[in-house]
């Protein structure tokens, strides 16, 4: 490119992830204790990759170690409080803490026969491992993913301990604490249940798998693509930070994550441009979040859902997510081409452009996704999916000498990948104490009565009401465990209602991402206005308009399932996709306030409302959608064309 554009520093970069993500907020050990982290780290990488490459230990063993070396790292790792992040003394309190979860991690391991030998019959000792495992579980959460869900997944526990002093439909006749402890150390339904199942295989390794890519350096690559696609277009640099991080979104689970690393190139681009600070952090934050929904890899949560949900595969999953996906960021790409419009803004020059044959003479770097795509499509499991994936990388990597990886770069991406789980594996653990409340006490269906009760048996209310409920679980808990939460209480109603199981699931999904834009708390609006310098919570609401789609999409794939290719033919399908595309272009207009000139009041209201009747699956609100939208673009068009001639005649 002839022309840099201003972007922050690798050291930058590192600062907003450990403001606004407690996942990246880790200490950068030195001396013995950096070193025991390192190949604490490369072993949990290595044990990970020996289980899934021959997949013969125990489940419960395999989640076990899995766990025993997750809390053990994150208490070397993650600081008791941010402000000794800094700190390079660890304290022999975090030493031991580390080394009760290495005992932790090893019992059942040690003690799994002896323990099937007793029938369920707890000793002390079994009871204080136990007991000790949940303590460190929620304490291991507090420091790697945050204080809302340890304090959910607290409340879960005191309100299985309480039942009987529950108001209404709440109560349940209570479980004791060893009874507690039972289910959340020795069984399947609690800590070891379905959620850390998931973390240690599908996740794990598609974490790997995204830390061999960053290794590769396609994370620039992407942005570079993103400029030859996008960047001499009107509002260039906006459509490029749509289109970088929609890609972004295959190697990356996190929605800061994805807005610190492409955002830092790309808002600054935005902003010189002409870009409002709040807009371009918005459009950022928007792109970034929706990286999570865009096939063939989307957030961990998908991967739960595949377990969740049962008798499906995870293509199917992404294949069912495709359309949705495309329509979110189409949305997003509309609102950004009628906001350059209507601020009238360039797209890059020439010289502000990557050199074309360079760019797309690495193009080899894309192989890997490829791969995955195909192998995913041919029956494969995720798991093998993703090793041979990670093969794939390895070998197309080698391809020029400036992508390939030395023996340096894959240690290295090992020690990353290992990083990058410990919070996951927090997560998960977290959520399935929750899960396992859920299941000892029967509050899943209590609460998917409840739901059903309060709205009456009215889809669309049961649908609002578990909107809210994501969103507001989404403010501070992870998607993770956001999902895990909706999807046992809140899904179970939607299912009741006649909807399919995948498009209740993928609902209640999509709420949990969208939380990250939604005001008061957005962490990745927050974490894009530290880039731009805008105001957190304005971005927020920008964000929030700019993610609409996000909001709708959801009650369509629910009220027409066709978008998910459940149940449909090729042309019906066609029709709701189109109609829904158009619908977007009006909801867009409407919103930003421009299309070919500048809308007033009632014509933003009139674009709003054909938006809303062609998304809508229903024959007779296309139709009348259909005759608004020509009528509106016909006016739009001619007053547009007349005010080009009137400024070329001025």
């Given at each position: 490119m002839a022309e840099k554009f201003e972007q922050l520093s690798v050291e930058e970069q590192q600062e907003l992830l450990e403001k606004y993500d407690p996942e990246a907020a880790t200490r950068r050990l030195k001396g013995p204790l950096g070193w025991i982290a390192f190949f604490g780290l490369l072993s949990f990488s290595l044990f990970q990759l020996y289980a899934s490459i021959f997949q013969t230990l125990p489940k419960q063993i395999l989640l076990s170690i899995h766990l025993g070396f997750a809390l053990s790292l994150i208490f070397l790792l993650f600081p008791a409080r941010k402000k000794n992040l800094r700190r390079s003394n660890v304290g022999i309190v975090n030493i031991m803490l580390s080394l009760l979860s290495i005992g932790v991690g090893a019992y059942l391991p040690l003690m799994l026969d002896d323990i099937v030998q007793r029938i369920g019959i707890m000793t002390p000792l079994d009871f204080t491992v136990g007991l000790v495992a949940v303590l460190l579980v929620l304490e291991a959460t507090r420091r790697a993913v945050g204080l809302p869900i340890t304090i959910i997944a607290s409340l879960f526990l005191l309100y299985a301990y309480f039942g009987p002093y529950m108001p209404g439909f709440l109560a349940h006749r209570g479980v004791d604490l060893e009874g507690l402890v039972k289910t959340m150390f020795f069984t399947t339904e609690g800590i070891f249940g379905t959620p850390l199942y998931v973390s240690a295989t599908y996740i794990f390794v598609f974490l790997l798998f995204g830390a061999f890519l960053v290794k590769t350096g396609v994370g620039e690559y992407f942005n570079d693509l993103a400029l030859v696609v996008a960047g001499k277009r009107i509002g260039g640099p906006a459509k490029v930070a749509v289109f970088s991080s929609a890609l972004q979104g295959t190697i990356s689970g996190s929605s800061v994550a994805n807005v610190v690393t492409s955002g830092a190139f790309t808002i600054p681009m935005m902003k010189r441009l002409g870009y409002g600070k709040e807009f371009a952090g918005a459009v950022e934050a928007t792109s970034s979040t929706g990286g999570q929904l865009m096939p063939p890899v989307m957030g961990a949560a998908a991967f739960l859902m595949v377990e969740f949900i049962g008798g499906i595969s995870y293509w199917e999953i992404a294949k069912a997510a495709a359309i949705p996906a495309i329509l979110y960021f189409a949305g997003i790409w509309m609102m950004t081409h009628f906001e350059a419009k209507r601020i009238g803004l360039r797209g890059l020059t020439e010289d502000e452009m990557p050199n074309r044959k360079e760019v797309l003479g690495k193009i080899y770097l894309l192989v890997p996704i490829v791969v995955v795509i195909v192998l995913l499509m041919s029956g494969m499991s995720v798991m093998r999916a993703a090793l041979w994936s990670i093969v794939a990388i390895i070998v197309v990597s080698g391809l020029k000498k400036e992508t390939r990886l030395g023996w340096r770069d894959i240690i290295d991406a090992l020690v990353d990948g290992a990083r990058s789980a410990l919070s996951v594996a927090a997560a998960t653990a977290a959520a399935g104490i929750i899960v396992g409340v859920v299941t000892k006490t029967g509050l899943g269906l209590k609460m998917a009565n409840g739901l059903i009760d309060l709205s009456n048996g009215v889809l669309l209310l049961t649908l609002f009401f578990t909107m809210l409920t994501s969103l507001i679980l989404g403010m501070g808990s992870p998607t993770t465990a956001n999902y895990v939460i909706t999807s046992t209480i809140a899904a179970p109603a939607i299912i009741a209602s006649g909807v399919p199981e995948l498009a209740a699931h993928l609902f209640?999904?999509?709420?949990?991402?969208?939380?990250?834009?939604?005001?008061?708390?957005?962490?990745?609006?927050?974490?894009?206005?530290?880039?731009?310098?805008?105001?957190?919570?304005?971005?927020?609401?920008?964000?929030?308009?700019?993610?609409?789609?996000?909001?709708?999409?959801?009650?369509?794939?629910?009220?027409?399932?066709?978008?998910?290719?459940?149940?449909?033919?090729?042309?019906?399908?066609?029709?709701?996709?189109?109609?829904?595309?158009?619908?977007?272009?009006?909801?867009?207009?409407g919103m930003i306030g421009f299309w070919y000139r500048k809308l007033n009041i009632l014509e933003r209201i009139i674009a709003t409302v054909t938006g809303l009747l062609l998304i809508y699956p229903e024959r007779v609100s296309d139709i009348v959608g259909l005759v608004l939208f020509v009528a509106m673009f016909a006016v739009q068009y001619m007053a547009g064309k007349r005010e080009q001639m009137q400024k070329s005649a001025s």
């Open positions: 209640v999904f999509y709420f949990g991402i969208v939380a990250d834009i939604t005001p008061p708390v957005a962490l990745a609006a927050f974490a894009a206005a530290g880039i731009s310098g805008g105001s957190p919570l304005r971005t927020g609401v920008i964000a929030t308009k700019l993610a609409i789609s996000a909001f709708i999409i959801p009650y369509m794939f629910v009220l027409s399932p066709a978008l998910l290719m459940i149940d449909t033919t090729v042309p019906y399908l066609i029709w709701v996709v189109f109609s829904a595309f158009i619908g977007m272009l009006a909801i867009s207009a």
